[in-house]
């Protein structure tokens, strides 16, 4: 059974910290890159950051040095620790290998106020 299951979001005011849980079925973690994607209100949906199976990162330029992934590869399970968020941040959180499966998960909101 494919899954995706994303969660952590929430509503956080800016400079705060939030950190996002996904578990994911083996048939997508397993040997793949891994990433977390957003997709903001009328935008299209973007990678932000990225881990491949052996740890290697690689982060969008907007959330460098403030976002870390990192993964477990025994509990299928990847997270997304976010610091010093900003209203840009806001948008719907997605796991997914990288690239992209055909199947999304639910996503978790992520607000961030000013």
């Known amino acids: 059974q494919v899954q995706l299951v994303e969660s952590g979001g929430g509503l956080v005011q800016a400079g705060e910290s939030l950190r996002l849980s996904c578990l994911a079925s083996?048939?997508?973690?397993?040997?793949?890159?891994m990433g977390w994607y957003r997709q903001a209100p009328g935008k299209q949906r973007e990678l932000v950051a990225q881990?491949?199976?052996?740890?290697?990162?690689r982060y969008a330029d907007s959330v460098k040095g403030r976002f870390t992934i990192s993964r477990d590869n025994g509990k299928n399970t990847v997270w997304l620790q976010m610091n010093s968020l900003k209203p840009e941040d806001t948008a719907v959180y997605y796991c997914?290998?990288?690239?992209?499966?055909?199947?999304w998960g639910q996503g978790t909101q992520v607000t961030v106020s000013s």
């Open positions: 083996g048939s997508i973690f397993m040997l793949n890159s």
């Open positions: 881990i491949s199976w052996g740890g290697s990162t």
């Open positions: 997914n290998r990288v690239p992209g499966s055909a199947y």
